[in-house]
């Protein structure tokens, strides 16, 4: 994705990775490290990543960002995986006599004389914990028995005031990381945690140590409730004590996350997830019965036929056996519904006889319910966070079934809002669409209509979907992507997952 | 009586501006206009802004387009495009997508498309309006179904009677090796 200064997160807020970042799958290592399956993935070069790490108080950056390298970390205890951005930042005085330094210094392997900092994030962007070494040997920080407020936390830079009566007036410093987009652009700012923070006597504070990432060493993690903020005892704030870091095998020590924070979800940022559980589903003998009756009722008359998706409950994976209704020839008309009777509605299927993928429209349809039915709505955010988690779209047609996920809630939302809601708007969108398609069939060698639309589909919706593909006698569904190939053309390709 | 007058049109565009059967790679060849001059795609661009009213759907073609075959013939730009690697596509393979690029294109009322054999190729043309401009697009595959080419018109619809004529002399004209 062409990132540029305008689309990124404002400073301050946590950098969500998730949204600017993926991993590049095709050099993943796998491994087995301190009794969990590792998955290492460098980020996809397509979009690289820079940071540094900037005490706030003095305003001093204390690493080139060059001398940055991060990665994604999934790890697997056989039930559950965790995911974590793995940020790099080699102290100057290193990375200067170790020009290789990046290559020599993975979560596996760790080179003993490294200099820097070690900082994991969850995708979403938020600080999980850190290390900083000199010259290999892990430096501890000092006793941290500092207090945060939950209030102000995000807008501290130098000093705060505990919620006691003793008035005591703290000096930190404010760690930040820096994020800086491929042309060097400072694209937002997130705040890390607190060193040397002490009474304040007076006098000029010039914290965090010297000019090096590993001066500025990192306290234990901040744990905070499942609801955020820190925790709040006594009118003071409490952390969790860092157990002792593990990485004595030689390779980084892991991320240690708070007790409630132990499992988070899999950042799909490529579809795999997803692909997967659309393919356990298409293994389910009533939905492919179901399936291929809307195929063979839309390709026997020429009418699309279709089906909705309905749930006999939420949370819950148990389907409906709702009925196969037919529509018109250009048409099928879902009807979503939100209660016990006629079920919990998460997507629709439909045939589209001529072998075009999903239309606008019909990625519409799926987004509409979020804003105008009051049965979700009304059901609560826990409902509407389910149906926006599940919420799929399936064009079948001879050669395959198209499915399309939403990947982005805001951004599609801001695209239908701001694009598709007018009559002059739907027909300034499909004209666009039907150009884009066009243009991509009689641009691209060997293109199937099937790919033109997939490929006007990306064009207009970006990362806010994601499309799969499942051929026609498979039950493997696959996320699609645009690569550009040999001659610079952009062709539609399925991302292999693991 | 229109197609009547579009083919003595064509037949009368081809008699006056026999060009010259130019090598677009080692599998086609097709004969360019004598009018036709060649252009880079700033210069299409810079065209379309002029002619076009900068219509935001041509500049993005035009944009999108990797082909080092752009003319311009008067006021119709014409781009082909060749591939050097492709597969042998199955018989039928261009009826099937015409009919979802129908269905595709079936909200816009200017849309038609049809297939033809030329010179025993099959050829599938699209013919429709996209904001200011208007479109010839073909897609056509060697007998054998084993190479194909493109092309593209892009013309103001009151040049449609020269761009259909050019059309028809660059169909016409495109040989594959055997």
Redesign the interface.
Known sequence: MLVTQNTRPVVSSNFDFSQYIKPDWKHAKKYNRLGKNVIELPIDPSAPLASAIKNQTTGKILNPKENSRSSFILLNDGKNYEAYVMTLLADSAYAKSNPGWASNNTYQKRDPAFSGLVLYFTPKGQYVSGYAFKNGQQVIPAGQNTTTSTTTKSQLTRSFRPRTRVETIYDCTAWYLVEYDQWGNITSMTFLYYTDCTPELGGDDSGGGGGSPSSATPPPPQCQPPGGGAVVVNNGLTRVTQPPPGGGDGGMPPPDPCPTQTTVTLPDTTGCGKAAALSALATNAAQAAQDATILNNTTATGIENGANENLTGWPGNNYMNTPVTPGTA?TWTPTFTWNPTNGYTIGYKHG?????AP?PVDIAAIVYPIGNNHDLINAGQAAMQFYKANASVTAE?TAGNYTVTISDWTAIQNIITNSFSTDAEK?AF??????????Y???T??????D??VYALMQLFGNSITIYFNPAGSKTYTPLTVVTDA????IIAVLQCP | MKKIIFLISAVLYSLASVGQQVALNNEVSINIPKEAKKITKEEALAHAGRRFNSDKYVLKSINDRTTRYTYKVNDILVSLTVFDHMAKVKEGFLSENKKGLDAMNSSNKTYTSSLQKINNNSVLIMNYIAGEVEYYRFVCYSPDNSKEMTGVLEFDKIDKNEATSILNHLLNSIKFKD
């Open positions: 250009i589209h006889g001529a072998g075009d239309s047609t027909l499909n004209t666009n669409y039907q150009t884009l398609g066009n243009a069939f009689s641009n060698a060997n293109a199937t209509v099937g033109a639309g001659g610079g053309n952009k």
